[in-house]
């Protein structure tokens, strides 16, 4: 048990542990969590209820959550004149698993996002996030029934580290006359500039979740998605070092695209997962004509960020994407949207994200039956037109309900 300066733990409840390279859950694992700033206290009273009745719905008085609020953002910030307190960091850790509200980026200098330090200080190196549409919610496109991947995004390298010197300072200077002199390059002296560091490490160990999250769901295919056609030694290597981590520890299971057409006529042997790779700008492309072709995308930082909202907008929008910030064991779910502070306190905003991103929560510590339930009440809910006002507003018939409302929806259709 870490020793915290400001928190106090729960007094039932246990830790889940990770031992013999697994986890392993107690029936009442302590889970911390961030309320959120803006809209976060709203979404997380409605995602809260919805988790609760869910487990107890699917297990009765054998299993439950206990809760224990840790600080991050605004919150923090007046309570302990910190945005992110080591005590926060230290439950995290400890417990292992938690889940998030939406949090205020710190103006000013210091950290550039609470998000990505939380990703970088916890090594969550993979941002998974599943898009999914539920029938009824608005969709721009036609068919968004189509849309059913799931794309894990590398978090720890590419633009994320922000290596970078801003136009004109010392440092910019310094390094530009460096690259202009030792590489022969042709970089304008007045501009910025940044590294953009891309690993075999990183790339692998992504693109290993991704795979044995294919396995393990019995997915069909896994896209490595890349700008390998110009940045031929990062974008390029990381589809380099991807096929070779799937040859080398997945060789039983995965085949790439290209030996189905040379040796089994282009059609894939039963029990194999497809390894293939997409251009980037191609793949924006795919995802909106062609979903289909699609069902796990691992890809690198900033590839993924474009195309997780870009998917998420083709099934009614970053409000109803979930996400979570993975670890090889340790995971942080979250909303994906903003604080949306105009709405804050009044129960009004789309609470789905938090939702389904617990839902998420719920799979990764194995409560499969919760989750289902969740995703059952949702359905029921949206297929009844049941929604908030973003929603509404877009749909004929709807009947427009609150935050809380939206919760209660759910739990009555469990």
Same mark, same amino acid.
């Given at each position: 048990m870490p020793t915290f300066d400001? =928190?106090?733990?729960?007094?039932?409840?246990?830790?889940?542990?990770? !031992?013999?390279?697994?986890?392993?859950?107690?029936?009442?694992?302590?889970?911390?969590?961030?309320?959120?700033?803006?809209?976060?206290?709203?979404?997380?009273?409605?995602?809260? !209820?919805?988790?609760?009745?869910?487990?107890?719905?699917?297990?009765?008085?054998?299993?439950?959550?206990?809760?224990?609020?840790?600080?991050?953002?605004?919150?923090?910030?007046?309570?302990?004149?910190?945005?992110?307190?080591?005590?926060?960091l230290r439950a995290f850790s400890h417990y292992v698993v938690g889940i998030k509200g939406p949090l205020t980026t710190p103006v000013g200098g210091g950290i550039r996002s609470l998000n990505v330090a939380l990703r970088q200080l916890l090594d969550l190196y993979a941002c998974v996030r599943p898009v999914?549409?539920?029938?009824?919610?608005?969709?721009?496109?036609?068919?968004?029934?189509?849309?059913?991947?799931?794309?894990? !995004?590398?978090?720890?390298?590419?633009?994320?580290?922000?290596?970078?010197?801003?136009?004109?300072?010392?440092?910019?200077? !310094? =390094?530009?006359?460096?690259?202009?002199?030792?590489?022969?390059?042709?970089?304008?002296?007045?501009?910025?500039?940044? =590294?953009?560091?891309?690993?075999?490490?990183?790339?692998?160990? =992504?693109?290993?979740?991704?795979?044995?999250?294919a396995i393990d769901r019995k997915r069909k295919s896994v896209t490595l998605v890349h700008k390998g056609n110009i940045m031929?030694?990062?974008?390029?290597?990381?589809?380099?070092?991807?096929y070779a981590l799937a040859r080398e520890e997945f060789g039983d299971v995965t085949i790439s695209w290209d030996e189905v057409e040379r040796k089994h006529d282009g059609v894939v042997p039963p029990g194999k997962i497809v390894i293939q790779d997409y251009i980037a700008d191609v793949t924006f492309q795919h995802v909106l004509t062609r979903p289909k072709s699609f069902d796990v995308i691992a890809t690198g930082n900033l590839n993924g960020d474009y195309l997780s909202d870009a998917v998420a907008a083709q099934v009614g929008g970053i409000g109803m994407a979930p996400g979570g910030n993975l670890s090889d064991f340790h995971a942080v779910f979250e909303a994906t949207h903003g604080t949306a502070p105009k709405y804050a306190n009044q129960d009004k905003v789309n609470p789905g994200s938090l939702i389904l991103s617990g839902v998420m929560m719920l799979e990764h510590l194995g409560w499969s039956e919760a989750a289902e339930t969740v995703v059952r009440g949702l359905e029921a809910a949206f297929r009844k037109k049941i929604v908030t006002y973003d929603l509404a507003r877009l749909m004929s018939g709807a009947r427009e309900v609150r935050t809380s409302e939206f919760a209660t929806a759910v739990i009555e259709e469990f």
């Amino acid at each position: 048990m870490p020793t915290f300066d400001s =928190l106090t733990p729960p007094t039932d409840g246990a830790a889940i542990e990770i !031992r013999d390279n697994a986890l392993h859950v107690p029936a009442t694992p302590i889970i911390p969590y961030i309320e959120g700033d803006g809209t976060g206290p709203d979404i997380w009273k409605a995602t809260v !209820r919805v988790l609760d009745a869910a487990v107890a719905k699917a297990y009765g008085t054998k299993r439950r959550i206990v809760w224990f609020e840790v600080f991050a953002g605004e919150k923090a910030f007046h309570r302990f004149t910190t945005w992110l307190p080591e005590d926060t960091l230290r439950a995290f850790s400890h417990y292992v698993v938690g889940i998030k509200g939406p949090l205020t980026t710190p103006v000013g200098g210091g950290i550039r996002s609470l998000n990505v330090a939380l990703r970088q200080l916890l090594d969550l190196y993979a941002c998974v996030r599943p898009v999914r549409h539920f029938v009824n919610v608005p969709s721009p496109v036609r068919r968004p029934e189509d849309v059913d991947l799931v794309i894990f !995004r590398e978090n720890s390298e590419d633009i994320y580290v922000g290596y970078e010197f801003a136009s004109g300072t010392p440092e910019a200077k !310094r =390094l530009i006359e460096f690259v202009n002199a030792e590489f022969k390059w042709s970089v304008r002296p007045d501009s910025g500039v940044g =590294l953009k560091p891309m690993s075999p490490f990183g790339s692998k160990r =992504l693109v290993r979740k991704a795979i044995q999250y294919a396995i393990d769901r019995k997915r069909k295919s896994v896209t490595l998605v890349h700008k390998g056609n110009i940045m031929k030694y990062t974008e390029g290597a990381f589809k380099d070092w991807g096929y070779a981590l799937a040859r080398e520890e997945f060789g039983d299971v995965t085949i790439s695209w290209d030996e189905v057409e040379r040796k089994h006529d282009g059609v894939v042997p039963p029990g194999k997962i497809v390894i293939q790779d997409y251009i980037a700008d191609v793949t924006f492309q795919h995802v909106l004509t062609r979903p289909k072709s699609f069902d796990v995308i691992a890809t690198g930082n900033l590839n993924g960020d474009y195309l997780s909202d870009a998917v998420a907008a083709q099934v009614g929008g970053i409000g109803m994407a979930p996400g979570g910030n993975l670890s090889d064991f340790h995971a942080v779910f979250e909303a994906t949207h903003g604080t949306a502070p105009k709405y804050a306190n009044q129960d009004k905003v789309n609470p789905g994200s938090l939702i389904l991103s617990g839902v998420m929560m719920l799979e990764h510590l194995g409560w499969s039956e919760a989750a289902e339930t969740v995703v059952r009440g949702l359905e029921a809910a949206f297929r009844k037109k049941i929604v908030t006002y973003d929603l509404a507003r877009l749909m004929s018939g709807a009947r427009e309900v609150r935050t809380s409302e939206f919760a209660t929806a759910v739990i009555e259709e469990f």
